[in-house]
């Protein structure tokens, strides 16, 4: 079965730090380009980042470049965001995506509050 | 960036109408257009790529059309589980955007 599972979100104040993983099993993992995406509370849909099988093609949001960064090690079929001097506006669930928006995860939630 | 609007915001339908969604895009995405269905509490779920290709297991009543910039996402007959909120996406360029979503709810 093609599976995704978030792990790693939590409660952090503002200009803190945190970093999601995403184990992805069922597939092979290092032949897929993978995304992040957030859904704020109440909210649309905000494509967060997107990494190629080889980490060489990386993309960004604007809201969140020069603070996120995504990266994979393909030897454990993990996907991860860092995130850093995060925001309240960065609060959401955070889901990992295959390329193709074919298989997400469950979910992670963020909360930036003090 | 590709602005995608959606209309209408909210569509209330009976079970076994038929529900015409409508995507519309700030510039040519191609056919590089999904549809995505999310139910409270649960993950966003694939139903359409390429502006008309249902997504593995999709049933034959939801079906997408159109190109460019105008993008429209029909369920035939609507089914109890069909009552959502769906959103378009494009994947022609970056960054990837979203509509802001269409809530077809019971009438």
């Known amino acids: 079965e093609v599976q995704l599972v978030e792990s790693g979100g939590g409660l952090v104040q503002p200009g803190g730090s945190l970093r999601l993983s995403c184990a992805a099993s069922?597939?092979?993992?290092?032949?897929?380009?993978m995304n992040w995406v957030r859904q704020a509370p109440g909210k649309g849909l905000e494509w967060v980042s997107h990494?190629?099988?080889?980490?060489?093609?990386?993309h960004y949001a604007d809201s969140v470049k020069g603070r996120f960064t995504i990266s994979r090690d393909n030897a454990k079929n993990l996907l991860y965001l860092e995130m850093n001097s995060l925001r309240d506006e960065d609060t959401a669930v955070y889901y990992c995506a295959r390329v193709a928006f074919d298989c997400w995860g469950q979910g992670a939630l963020v909360t930036v509050s003090s | 960036e590709i602005v995608l609007t959606q209309s209408p915001a909210t569509l209330s339908l009976s079970p076994g109408e038929r529900a015409t969604l409508s995507c519309r895009a700030s510039?040519?995405?191609?056919?590089?257009l999904a549809w995505y269905q999310q139910k409270p509490g649960q993950a966003p779920r694939l139903l359409i790529y390429d502006a008309s290709n249902r997504a593995t297991g999709i049933p034959a009543r939801f079906s997408g059309s159109g190109s460019g910039t105008d993008f429209t996402l029909t369920i035939s007959s609507l089914e109890p589980e069909d009552f959502a909120v769906y959103y378009c996406?494009?994947?022609?360029?970056?960054?990837?955007?979203f509509g802001g979503g269409t809530k077809v709810e019971i009438k």
């Open positions: 510039q040519s995405v191609s056919s590089s």
């Open positions: 069922g597939f092979a993992f290092s032949s897929y380009n």
């Open positions: 996406q494009q994947r022609s360029s970056w960054p990837l955007t």
């Open positions: 990494i190629s099988t080889s980490s060489s093609n990386i």
